[in-house]
């Protein structure tokens, strides 16, 4: 065995379903964790490593700066040796505002800000007036968004309705909001006519108040009792309050609340830049920042490498490493204006993976959860060439994956499981990939895909004519209907534009499972998230005659001492939080009276214990046994009822979100990376429940990499051939069969694998 200091010595584990295990780490290696969704591997890696490596590096910092800083509670173990800091790759999505551009989030924008406040001709100001967000720098047209927003009438009120009835789709200005209640009661307007059915003058002053150089007032009721108030008109009123405004300011409307009713349209003065015109006449060899901006990130790299005068060197000597991070991420095809809210999961993933890359420091633990996520299987190589650079810079790579290509690159494997839930939580296995014998691991290494010799045939199809969305090239396709269809290719190609965006205009009624996450608290539990908790609680209170909030632990049913949260969580000050499972309740949540009630010989916790599985021979209301089947058909069989919606995996979440819509028949599903945080065995289970919809008459499209999904599908859509500008176009439609023929990346890929 190698010296102590050279391995993460981890003992007695418990957290969450951790069967009291004991783990040696070495380190300077790529470990990789597999195994089912929740077999554990997240508990070990995240909850317990990760956890201890932050709560101790935490400790080096004095008192006052500690108590600003996340406190993280000790893990359960016995013992945590030989920690080294820890720097951790989530799989998250990354948040941020609609301002949010590759460029802040790399933070080489400021750098670029700073090369043109030295060096840009005519010189003009500081680093600071060439943001569009300085009072000097931004456009004064747009306010700096580069994008003219105006009220869209037709979003913002339906003509069919009346006032009382929301006819004004936009909450502030609606029944809900103090001025859709004035507008009501002002005696101005009929409140229950339906608008289209306004004389001409009233609909005028409606929606563009009176006609100019009048007044018109309406009583206002305040405590003081009716004061006259301005009536200035729906559409002045509301670019007044919510666009010539800074939205965010604003506390009783969201931003998007406020697109979801305005169009858009490119500034004219600015050209989309949201910059001053005096900023954009400064440049750097015939270019100004806005060009910098819109350069693909390869040209950039060009511009930089060719600086010749010494302080622009200097500048963009910094920045040259962060952008060719990128480029040699697969990413060259971006911008630094790119927002990185229209990233694709891959993009997202390798942007995020490329911003810890500059760090010069080393021996460090890097924690990657699933960085193969949204990777096409020729970006994968890319991937694993990166760990492979971070392992040689000295550092420990530790990688949660279900991807066979990292399994095999890795120098040392843990399999979780055997199982999932409280059927996990063991180490199955532990030792080089050669090693891998009889375990799901192993099976999963010598997979091979089955290609549907036998597709499902269609006479009627949906059409999508000449999307121009994003990168897409003006492309028209026809997607066949009630079958299993995928569309691939790799990251950027355009596969999320042409689905999420230009589909649902062509095809409204679709339903979208994308890869957000769903709101995730404490007391959301798997009962609440699919809708049955309510019928659950009137189950308990038509047998027992007790009011309904007794069986809930948000309400009359919870424990007196931790208010229904199962835990206290007293407060140390100083020193690191601790949570106490109640004492009074025993974290059940409940109180003692709500306990006494039954149902069918068993109490509103032991109902909650039931697992899906159990669930379906216990219920008889046909409403609740429909939606705990959709959890069973999901493969999530194994949880129970009250499971908190927190505890769960990345790819227990994604199926239970799947879960809640399959409620419905002869829908259009389109599904984004369904396969998102899946082992193999859970693909095969999904892959069954997408079979099932279609059999039911249900259409299913599937945004994917996955080639097992690939392989399975009655229609494949391939988009390409690269990313960015070099995506857009379709350069495969054809049944899997039919792709083993063709020359494209992703068939590539499938022949490789049967």
């Known amino acids: 065995m190698a010296d102590g200091k050279d391995e993460i010595i981890l003992r007695g584990l418990k957290e969450n379903n951790l069967k009291n295990i004991d783990l040696n780490l070495p380190k300077g290696k790529i470990i990789v964790f597999t195994g089912l969704s929740g077999s554990g591997k997240s508990s070990v890696v995240f909850d317990t490593l990760a956890t201890e490596s932050r709560r101790q590096m935490t400790l080096n910092y004095p008192l006052y700066v500690r108590n600003h800083m996340p406190r993280y509670e000790r893990p359960q173990a016995d013992l945590m040796q030989n920690l080294s800091p820890v720097v951790v790759v989530e799989q998250r999505q990354i948040g941020g505002n609609s301002r949010s551009t590759v460029g802040t989030y790399m933070d080489i924008h400021p750098l670029i800000r700073l090369l043109f406040s030295r060096i840009?001709?005519?010189?003009?100001?500081?680093a600071t007036d060439f943001s569009n967000q300085s009072s000097f720098g931004r456009c004064p047209t747009c306010s700096g968004f580069g994008e003219?927003?105006?009220?869209?009438?037709n979003k913002l009120v339906d003509f069919n309705l009346s006032l009382r009835e929301y006819a004004v789709k936009f909450k502030p200005l609606s029944p809900s909001g103090w001025q859709g209640r004035w507008m009501m009661e002002g005696g101005l307007f009929d409140p229950d006519l339906p608008i289209e059915d306004y004389p001409e003058d009233k609909l005028h002053l409606l929606l563009y108040g009176p006609p100019e150089g009048e007044k018109v007032y309406a009583p206002f009721h305040t405590k003081n009792g009716p004061q006259p108030h301005e009536w200035d008109g729906l559409l002045?009123?509301?670019?007044r309050l919510y666009i010539n405004r800074d939205v965010s300011k604003l506390k009783e409307v969201s931003q998007d609340d406020v697109l979801a009713v305005t169009t858009h349209s490119l500034c004219?003065?600015?050209q989309g830049s949201g910059?001053?015109?005096?900023?954009?006449?400064c440049k750097i060899d015939g270019h100004n920042i806005a060009d910098y901006d819109a350069m693909e990130l390869t040209e950039l790299l060009e511009q930089l490498t060719n600086m010749k005068e010494p302080m622009g060197t200097s500048i963009a000597s910094q920045a040259i490493p962060l952008i060719q991070q990128l480029v040699q991420m697969g990413l060259g095809y971006l911008s630094l204006s790119r927002k990185m809210g229209t990233l694709s999961g891959g993009e997202a993933q390798r942007v995020k993976i490329a911003r810890h890359l500059g760090s010069s420091l080393n021996n460090l633990t890097y924690i990657f959860d699933e960085p193969s996520a949204g990777l096409h299987p020729e970006e994968v190589d890319l991937l694993i060439a990166m760990l492979k650079s971070i392992k040689a810079a000295h550092n420990t790579v530790i990688v949660i994956e279900h991807d066979l290509s990292v399994i095999k690159a890795g120098d040392e494997i843990i399999e979780m499981?055997?199982?999932?839930?409280?059927?996990?939580?063991?180490?199955?296995?532990q030792g080089k990939v050669d090693g891998l014998t009889n375990s799901l691991a192993a099976t999963s290494l010598h997979h091979q895909f089955i290609i549907n010799k036998n597709p499902r045939k269609t006479k009627e199809y949906f059409t999508i004519n000449e999307a121009s969305h994003n990168n897409l090239k003006n492309i028209s396709v026809t997607i066949p209907k009630n079958v299993l269809v995928t569309v691939c290719g790799v990251s950027g190609s355009g596969k999320s534009s042409l689905m999420t965006e230009a589909f649902p205009e062509s095809v409204p009624e679709c339903i979208m499972v994308g890869q957000g996450s769903i709101g995730i608290s404490s007391r959301s539990t798997l009962a609440t998230y699919m809708g049955i908790m309510d019928d659950i609680r009137s189950i308990f209170s038509k047998e027992t005659g007790q009011p309904i909030g007794l069986f809930s632990f948000n309400s009359l049913g919870a424990c007196p001492v931790c208010n229904g949260k199962g835990v206290t969580t007293p407060d140390v000050a100083f020193a690191d939080p601790v949570t106490i499972t109640c004492e009074a309740c025993e974290g059940t949540r409940y109180s003692d009276e709500a306990l006494v009630y039954q149902y069918q010989g068993k109490n509103i916790i032991e109902v909650l214990k039931l697992t899906i599985d159990e669930a379906l021979d216990y219920f008889k209301l046909p409403k609740i046994l429909k939606r705990v089947q959709t959890l069973e058909?999901?493969?999530?069989?194994?949880?129970s009822l009250g499971q908190t919606t927190s505890s769960l995996s990345g790819g227990e979440v994604q199926?239970?979100?799947?879960?809640?819509?399959?409620?419905?028949?002869g829908q259009i599903y389109i599904l984004d990376e369904p396969s998102l945080g899946l082992h193999l065995k859970d693909n095969g289970k999904l892959l069954e429940v997408f079979q099932k919809l279609v059999n039911k008459g249900n259409s299913v499209i599937l945004i994917e990499h996955n080639l097992d999904f690939i392989a399975a599908s009655d229609w494949v859509i391939e988009l390409g051939p690269g990313g960015g500008k070099h995506g857009g176009n379709i350069i495969f439609e054809g049944t899997p069969e039919e792709m083993l023929q063709a020359e494209t990346l992703t068939a590539k890929w499938l022949r490789d694998g049967i």
């Open 275 to 281: 910059l001053n015109p005096k900023i954009l006449e």
């Open 120 to 126: 840009g001709k005519p010189s003009i100001g500081s």
């Open 268 to 270: 004219p003065t600015c």
């Open 148 to 153: 003219v927003i105006a009220p869209d009438l």
């Open 633 to 639: 058909d999901a493969g999530l069989g194994y949880l």
């Open 655 to 665: 199926r239970l979100k799947l879960a809640s819509h399959l409620q419905k028949e």
């Open 417 to 429: 499981g055997p199982g999932a839930g409280t059927s996990g939580g063991e180490v199955v296995f």
């Open 236 to 239: 002045p009123r509301f670019t």
